[in-house]
């Protein structure tokens, strides 16, 4: 039996560290992790244009690039959305001139408008630039485009060559490994025309006073006629006039009479331009003359409106609202009303006008005849004479001059009851004297004077001298209340009352909101701070949301509106005198809108691409999730929860959301079995960013190792068995 020397041990162990030493040094030359792959994208990568005409650039951009020695690359897109017009030149491509594709290069030559690309690449760097060719990110080319439809599209990007230049003096050309990216065009509507009103709030600061309103329409493409009802508070305005404005050239024909329902609260305008000139841009349709009647604020409401293009057809606008407030009036004078019971009381008498300043208190003296029956006073026909003076004086310092004589003298057999109504008219403290006169002795005729405050507060104080009853009181009156004070329950001649009625300046209420256009549950603030006492102290801000929700209280609240819809919001203002004031305003609350947040994984996009979206309450969103080659699509994480691998998902938007899709690599073919071809190029790109050539070199030598290994191990167990 032959044994084995202890020098075929010593081999076999030596040819057994040969082969680790092989592995090893192998093993070294494939890199664990490869360097972050160079980039070829758009920037901007998802462009939404704001309407069919608009220009916009898109630039091809390459980051993380080391000794870039040439490139071409195509750019497609959708021809029937957008239109190429030109390229532009960058800083990296300044870099390569000598050597741009096409050539000869012009910054439309590279458009190949009828297959929708734009193509462009370089050969190599200039010479200055030849030893150190470009390193790092920027831009290869701007593209300019317009755009032409509504729609989106998807701007696709292939790399034909990317090689990098290697050091001199060899210059070797190796491609480049790296990664690219398309973009994505939205082209969406253009922006609907608006009609509005220019002021949207005026304040006219008294009644009588006039003002104009323009009817604007901004925004029109093509307009060749219109019309529009613009309704009013006729009790608060009368409109007087209408005038064509600057959107209406010569020739344009007009519907005749506009203001012929001004009665019923409205005007109706519209035109017809000539044809050829139908109207684009913004302007003046028409402008509106109004007089303000009296206090008080209504909307100006546009209603049944119609824009026509020049191809006769309808389209679709917005309408904006405006408002007026008329502040209370400086004046005003009523004429007397008479209730006569038989004939006709003379109307010729008007009461004359106080000459004083100021806003407006109407004082009214009524005058009875009757007669003591059965214990009590009832009005009785019989003739008599009454000689009634009412004097009013801004002045009483000199009682002997600047009265005004508002009634005397009056004889007539078959009256049983006059209402003489004046507006005195005073910013400052109003004085009244009634005397009673002369007047049959059989007969004690009850007097009074009613008082009623149209639009300011006043403290009105009252004294009357009289034979039978000398009384004083002081009593307030809110804007529009009306107080019946009987000063001679049985007059007697030279009976004498005063009255002082001091103007009371009442709070002014004002208050802003916000947002301006609240979406539904969407807390609103309303702030009242801009609300002036004027002399007093406000105690009490009130709200009136209008949506039937309980009254708040507060200078300051917040509000929430359950449904869509117009609401009139109104604050009242009261100060610590009690006196008063409102302002309302109109809100518009829409719908809600929440925001969708889509993101992806390396291996894969999504439909929408990843990106954030804004979707109104209730929507339903579907996303589809694509792999690149290589990758499957594993499942979806919604707000970090995994909700499963369905596709398309759908999303019903009622919150905010973040919507994650999850890729991962393919898994390996089956061992044994059957034989699946392998594409060798591929697995070593992704598994060890070789070149197919390093890869099959390197496991090459790994096979003759592990070969050399198999052979020795047989001949040793030969040996073995030789030697037994």
């Given at each position: 039996m032959r044994k084995c020397s202890p020098m075929s041990g010593k081999k076999t162990l030596c040819m057994s560290h040969i082969l680790l030493l092989i592995v090893s040094i192998t093993l070294v030359s494939i890199p664990s992790v490869h360097a972050q792959l160079p980039i070829v994208s758009l920037n901007p990568m998802a462009i939404t244009v704001p309407a069919p005409g608009h220009n916009f650039t898109v630039d091809v951009t390459i980051t993380n690039v080391s000794r870039l020695g040439d490139w071409q690359f195509t750019l497609t897109y959708n021809t029937t959305l957008l239109d190429a017009v030109s390229c532009s030149l960058t800083s990296i491509s300044n870099m390569y001139t000598e050597s741009l594709l096409p050539s000869p290069w012009t910054p439309t030559k590279g458009i190949k408008e009828a297959e929708g690309k734009v193509v462009f690449g370089a050969g190599y760097p200039n010479a200055v630039y030849y030893d150190s060719p470009f390193n790092g990110s920027g831009s290869l080319l701007t593209i300019n485009f317009t755009a032409i439809e509504m729609g989106n599209c998807t701007l696709d990007l292939t790399v034909l060559a990317l090689d990098s230049l290697g050091p001199p003096p060899d210059y070797d050309i190796d491609p480049i490994e790296h990664t690219t990216l398309d973009g994505e065009v939205t082209v969406i509507p253009p922006p609907l025309p608006v009609i509005s009103l220019n002021p949207s709030e005026y304040t006219a600061p008294s009644p009588g006073e006039s003002f104009t309103i323009d009817v604007n329409i901004t925004d029109v493409v093509s307009l060749q006629s219109y019309e529009f009802k613009l309704w009013f508070d006729n009790t608060l305005l009368n409109a007087t006039d209408i005038i064509s404005g600057a959107v209406n050239p010569s020739g344009t024909m007009f519907i005749p009479n506009p203001l012929q329902n001004v009665s019923d609260g409205f005007v109706w305008a519209g035109a017809s331009l000539p044809v050829g000139q139908a109207f684009t841009g913004s302007g003046i349709l028409m402008t509106v003359s109004f007089t303000a009647l009296t206090a008080g604020n209504c909307t100006l409401h546009l209603n049944e409106t119609i824009l026509v293009d020049s191809t006769e057809?309808?389209?679709?606008?917005?309408?904006?609202?405006?408002?007026?407030?008329?502040?209370?009036?400086?004046?005003?004078?009523?004429?007397?009303?008479?209730?006569?019971?038989?004939?006709?009381?003379?109307?010729?008498?008007?009461?004359?006008?106080?000459?004083?300043?100021?806003?407006?208190?109407?004082?009214?003296?009524?005058?009875?005849?009757?007669?003591?029956?059965?214990?009590?006073?009832?009005?009785?026909?019989?003739?008599?004479?009454?000689?009634?003076?009412?004097?009013?004086?801004?002045?009483?310092?000199?009682?002997?001059?600047?009265?005004?004589?508002?009634?005397?003298?009056?004889?007539?057999?078959?009256?049983?009851?006059?209402?003489?109504?004046?507006?005195?008219?005073?910013?400052?403290?109003?004085?009244?004297?009634?005397?009673?006169?002369?007047?049959?002795?059989?007969?004690?005729?009850?007097?009074?004077?009613?008082?009623?405050?149209?639009?300011?507060?006043?403290?009105?104080?009252?004294?009357?001298?009289?034979?039978?009853?000398?009384?004083?009181?002081?009593?307030?009156?809110?804007?529009?209340?009306?107080?019946?004070?009987?000063?001679?329950?049985?007059?007697?001649?030279?009976?004498?009352?005063?009255?002082?009625?001091?103007?009371?300046?009442?709070?002014?209420?004002?208050?802003?909101?916000?947002?301006?256009?609240?979406?539904?549950?969407?807390?609103?603030?309303?702030?009242?701070?801009?609300?002036?006492?004027?002399?007093?102290?406000?105690?009490?801000?009130?709200?009136?949301?209008?949506?039937?929700?309980?009254?708040?209280?507060?200078?300051?609240?917040?509000?929430?509106?359950?449904?869509?819809?117009?609401?009139?919001?109104?604050?009242?203002?009261?100060?610590?005198?009690?006196?008063?004031?409102?302002?309302?305003?109109?809100?518009?609350?829409?719908?809600?809108?929440?925001?969708?947040?889509?993101?992806?994984?390396?291996?894969?996009?999504?439909?929408?691409?990843?990106?954030?979206?804004?979707?109104?309450?209730?929507?339903?969103?579907?996303?589809?999730?694509?792999?690149?080659?290589?990758?499957?699509?594993?499942?979806?994480?919604?707000?970090?929860?995994?909700?499963?691998?369905?596709?398309?998902?759908?999303?019903?938007?009622?919150?905010?959301?973040?919507?994650?899709?999850?890729?991962?690599?393919?898994?390996?073919?089956?061992?044994?079995?059957?034989?699946?071809?392998?594409?060798?190029?591929?697995?070593?790109?992704?598994?060890?960013?070789?070149?197919?050539?390093?890869?099959?070199?390197?496991?090459?030598?790994?096979?003759?190792?592990?070969?050399?290994?198999?052979?020795?191990?047989?001949?040793?167990?030969?040996?073995?068995r030789w030697g037994r």
């Open positions: 057809v309808e389209f679709d606008h917005l309408t904006l609202d405006g408002f007026v407030t008329v502040m209370s009036k400086i004046g005003e004078f009523h004429t007397h009303h008479i209730n006569d019971a038989t004939d006709d009381f003379p109307n010729d008498y008007m009461p004359m006008v106080i000459p004083l300043n100021g806003r407006s208190i109407t004082i009214a003296p009524v005058i009875a005849c009757t007669a003591f029956e059965d214990d009590v006073f009832v009005s009785y026909h019989y003739p008599c004479k009454l000689a009634q003076t009412l004097f009013a004086d801004d002045d009483w310092t000199d009682r002997d001059a600047n009265y005004t004589y508002i009634f005397e003298d009056w004889t007539d057999y078959d009256w049983n009851d006059i209402v003489v109504s004046l507006y005195v008219v005073t910013n400052d403290i109003i004085d009244v004297e009634i005397h009673l006169e002369s007047r049959e002795a059989a007969w004690k005729n009850p007097f009074s004077i009613e008082i009623t405050s149209v639009d300011m507060a006043v403290e009105v104080k009252v004294y009357w001298n009289s034979t039978d009853y000398p009384e004083e009181h002081t009593l307030k009156l809110n804007p529009g209340e009306t107080v019946d004070i009987e000063l001679f329950a049985e007059s007697n001649p030279c009976d004498t009352a005063f009255i002082t009625i001091i103007p009371l300046i009442i709070p002014v209420a004002s208050f802003v909101y916000s947002p301006p256009y609240p979406r539904v549950c969407e807390n609103v603030t309303f702030n009242a701070s801009a609300s002036t006492p004027n002399g007093g102290c406000i105690v009490s801000y009130e709200w009136d949301f209008g949506d039937a929700s309980p009254h708040e209280f507060g200078m300051v609240v917040t509000h929430h509106y359950t449904a869509l819809g117009t609401y009139n919001v109104t604050l009242n203002v009261t100060d610590n005198m009690g006196v008063w004031d409102t302002e309302t305003k109109t809100i518009t609350v829409t719908s809600r809108t929440y925001m969708l947040i889509i993101t992806a994984t390396v291996g894969g996009t999504t439909v929408p691409i990843p990106g954030s979206y804004s979707y109104d309450e209730g929507t339903i969103v579907s996303v589809t999730a694509t792999p690149e080659a290589n990758h499957v699509f594993d499942h979806w994480k919604l707000d970090g929860d995994n909700v499963g691998s369905v596709i398309p998902i759908s999303v019903t938007m009622d919150r905010d959301y973040t919507l994650h899709a999850v890729f991962k690599e393919a898994p390996s073919p089956p061992v044994g079995g059957h034989a699946s071809p392998i594409d060798k190029s591929r697995v070593l790109d992704l598994k060890t960013g070789l070149t197919p050539e390093i890869g099959l070199v390197s496991i090459s030598i790994l096979l003759a190792a592990m070969a050399v290994t198999i052979i020795l191990i047989r001949r040793r167990n030969k040996i073995l």
